[in-house]
């Protein structure tokens, strides 16, 4: 993702702003993951051997009900 905003979304399950799964490679270049809710990874949740890149970002005031309120990665 480059110049994105993913923000004020609810999730009721996985990954508020960002869901990744299965070897993936997650690059975020000057985009802002902001105000997303989710039971697991409010901002961005990832498993299965993902890799995060994140360049001029932010991840700022997310939440989860659960666990991971920024980053939740298994």
Known sequence: MSNNRASVSSNNGQGGGICSG?????????TSVTGNVGDYGGAIIAF??????????TIL????TQSGGGLYFY
Not at 48 to 57: C, E, G, K, M, V
Not at 61 to 64: F, T
């Open 22 to 30: 299965y070897f993936n490679k997650i690059n975020l270049n000057r």
């Open 48 to 57: 299965n051997d993902n890799i995060l890149n994140a360049d001029t970002s």
């Open 61 to 64: 005031n997310n939440s989860a």
